[in-house]
């Protein structure tokens, strides 16, 4: 059995998990999902970015919803592109429209490239992330990204749709240093995630010990990625903290040090 969770930094320490998907379909309902705000509360998390992409087009409305009933959550709005197979140019535009109905969407995303599980044809994902990149672009707003397997691709494209203008999170990175250098040197940020935790998560630490201060955040990408000790458990944005403890101990600093940059980072990103 894990232990239970506890507060990992000190009352008064800023602490901001960037990505967690505080969906109904991974929390059963709106009252489920409302529980697992208070908890995070609970243990000092002070904000939370919804993340608007992951369970099909209609994530990005429960997203908005969350965040309309919670001031501490903000939302983002996109298509994974696990879901791209999905997209039409319409689709797009009901999305963006969600913005009118609420102040607090921040971001487009998550989107991106994902060659791994290849979900969607690999054609298909590369236009919806255009697209929305060029949303993003119109509309003056930063996006997160998704890339795995993606070999360069995800960056290169970022590159031709001057992406880096208006800001770009890479969230849950798993790529390695050089790759994190070169989005760090475009002005990127890069999103550890609770892997850092991990046994196998050595390339991670690496990542963790060597992004710079001023590009760094941290994530629970929850439901997913539990951070040890809780492993077998659902991941919940409750357990941010340990991502935090976990860099500040690669780092050689303390875990509010972290919390507070990377919140500071969160809110100059995401403007909250
Ligand atoms: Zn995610």
């Given at each position: 059995m894990s232990p239970e969770p506890t507060r990992?930094?000190?009352?008064g320490t800023p602490l901001i998990d960037?990505?967690?998907?505080?969906d109904a379909r991974a929390w059963e309902d709106d009252a489920g999902v409302d529980a697992v705000v208070a908890r995070a509360h609970a243990l000092g998390v002070t904000h939370m970015v919804a993340i608007?992409?992951?369970?099909?087009?209609?994530s990005a409305n429960r997203a908005c919803s969350v965040a309309g009933r919670h001031a501490a959550v903000v939302a983002s709005v996109g298509l994974h592109p696990h879901d791209a197979?999905?997209?039409t140019d319409e689709r797009l535009a009901d999305m963006l429209a969600l913005r009118g109905g609420i102040a607090n969407v921040v971001a487009l995303g998550e989107m991106g490239l994902d060659?791994?599980?290849?979900?969607?044809p690999r054609e298909v994902q590369r236009a919806a992330f255009r697209a929305q990149l060029a949303a993003a672009k119109e509309l003056n707003l930063p996006v997160i990204i998704h890339d795995r397997d993606s070999s360069g691709e995800t960056l290169t494209i970022l590159d031709e749709e001057r992406a880096f203008d208006t800001g770009v999170l890479f969230h849950c990175y798993t790529g390695d240093v050089a790759y994190m250098q070169a989005i760090t040197d475009r002005g990127g940020f890069i999103s550890i995630p609770g892997?850092?935790?991990?046994?196998?998560?050595e390339t991670m630490r690496e990542v963790a010990a060597r992004t710079p201060m001023e590009r760094l955040m941290i994530e629970t990408d929850s439901p997913f990625l539990t951070p040890v000790p809780f492993r077998g458990r659902k991941n919940e944005p409750a357990f941010v903290g340990y991502v935090a403890a976990k860099v500040a101990e690669v780092r050689g600093v303390t875990a509010e040090a972290i919390a507070t940059t990377a919140a500071e980072n969160t809110r100059r990103f995401f403007r909250f």
């Open positions: 990992m930094v000190a009352a960037s990505h967690c998907h505080l608007g992409s992951g369970y099909g087009f209609e197979a999905e997209f060659f791994h599980y290849d979900y969607s892997i850092v935790t991990f046994k196998t998560g």
